[in-house]
């Protein structure tokens, strides 16, 4: 099957050239990397010549800190945001008036391919400051024409109340959060008929999730819930997002180019076949990027999504090729685990894992929360189960401790699921 970037038009072309030349012209550090690789601007005459140049990585823009990588003037930026750093040091990205004209248009193509109308009522509880969740989609949502309530995150009560007394519509957050959102609406609500409040859309996004996790939500809330990715370094939220088919994520492509690499060798991959997404933006003026090498693992979809879009989808992101675990020799992703565990009925999505290294080898104990209070048999019973549901989707014995509901913790923004020890 053949690779990526297909579907270009002329007019990706003619973007994908114009940030060329601005990166040769007014980044040193990107002019030397392309005379490295032997490639210059005028190179770059079809979609194939993109395998040309050089990838990007998250080092380069931390070495590049904090405006080594800029392709404007200082005094052209009007906002900066930053990365949080979680995979070491922060790195600051930067946007001029056009970029985030550019962002706001995006992020409002998104949600309105999310089913959200002028009019709508838009909660957001994503964090606002230096992470792009928050303004991101304050800014689509205002400039999509619907009521934005710019809500934060935490405070769960008020954020139910806010929900109910304003008539929110659609909400963003984390998935992790809407699980917990869910569970306390649920609490509040015992006893009382319908569903608490007027949502028609959950927007969520900015950590890996699995369709387990989906039919909870969506469950729980009585609402579909959409994928939404994207990442700071290129934008923030509205790279892509599912549509209400839930068949993939339609990709942005008049800002973006998309490839899959095989993370080792940096091959191209075919499409269907899942590698690491790489990402050249079409349009930033401040911090364009070339081939960046994102670390989320995923696959383009062949063909066409039901919903009539025809452009890229790519699937939901497995997660980044560094929250991968190593435990006793086999691969293991968290989400694979969340995977497993959503198999089990009366487990909730409330989980963690703990890695434990002995004499260089890993161990891996999931302690999971049951949906409700059970005896000491029941939650017996559901440990020996959750330990076959893993045992068939990695091939290992994990050790699993079913805990009773609300013993761990929740997160307000990304959740932290892996916790690491070192063992005696
Ligand atoms: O998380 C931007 C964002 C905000 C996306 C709100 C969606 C909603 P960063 O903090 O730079 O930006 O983190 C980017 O988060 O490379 C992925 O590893 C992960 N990520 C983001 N969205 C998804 C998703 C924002 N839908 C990093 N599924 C990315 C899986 C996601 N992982």
Redesign the pocket.
């Known amino acids: 099957m053949k690779a990526a970037h297909r579907k270009e038009s002329g007019q990706q072309m003619e973007k994908l050239r114009k940030t060329v030349n601005r990166l040769w012209d007014r980044v040193p550090h990107y002019r030397e990397k392309m005379e490295r690789a032997g490639v210059g601007p005028t190179d770059i005459r079809s979609p194939e010549d993109l395998g040309k140049l050089p990838f990007t990585t998250k080092q380069d823009l931390r070495d590049a800190y904090p405006f080594g990588l800029l392709a404007c003037d200082r005094e052209e930026l009007l906002r900066v945001h930053a ?2 750093g979680t995979t070491g040091k922060m790195t600051i990205v930067a946007y001029t008036k056009n970029d985030l004209d550019a962002w706001k248009d995006c992020m409002a193509n998104c949600l309105s391919i999310a089913g959200v109308t002028p009019g709508d009522t838009l909660q957001v509880m ?1 964090g606002y400051g230096l ?3 928050g303004l ?2 304050h800014y689509g949502g205002e400039h999509l024409g619907a009521t934005v309530i710019p809500s934060g995150t935490g405070f769960t009560e008020r954020q139910i109340q806010l929900m109910q007394d304003l008539g929110s519509t659609a909400i963003a957050c984390t998935p992790s959060y809407a699980v917990h959102l869910s569970e306390v609406l649920a609490s509040k609500r015992e006893g009382q008929p319908g569903p608490g409040h007027s949502l028609k859309v959950a927007i969520l ?5 699995t369709e387990a996790l989906r039919q909870t939500v969506q469950a729980g809330l009585g609402v579909p819930a959409l ?7 290129v934008m ?2 509205g790279v892509a997002i599912e549509c209400p088919r839930q068949d993939g994520l339609h990709l942005n492509e008049e800002h973006f180019m998309a490839e899959i690499i095989d993370p080792v060798s940096g091959e191209l991959l075919p499409d269907g076949e899942e590698g690491e997404l790489v990402l050249t933006t079409l349009t930033k003026e401040a911090l364009p990027l070339i081939r960046y090498r ?3 693992l995923t696959r383009i979809i062949p063909g066409r999504c039901a919903c009539g879009r025809d452009g890229i989808r790519i699937a ?2 497995r997660g ?1 090729s560094d929250d991968m675990l190593i435990i006793k020799g086999v691969n293991v992703f968290p989400t694979q685990v969340e995977a497993a565990l959503g198999k089990v009925e009366g487990l909730s999505m409330n989980y963690a894992l703990e890695v434990s290294e002995h004499r260089f080898v890993k161990d891996l104990a999931v302690s999971v929360e049951s949906v409700s209070s059970l005896g000491e048999l029941q939650m017996e019973r559901l440990e020996r189960e959750a330990v076959r549901a893993l045992h068939e989707a990695l091939g290992l014995r994990v050790a699993v401790k079913v805990l009773l509901p609300g013993s761990l913790e929740r997160f307000e923004g ?1 959740a932290k699921r892996v916790r690491v020890t070192s063992g005696a």
């Open positions: 990365s949080s994503f992470f792009t969740g991101g989609f996004g900015a950590e890996p999730w994928d939404i990715f994207g990442l700071s370094e923030g939220p994102t670390r989320d939901r992101i980044r990304k």
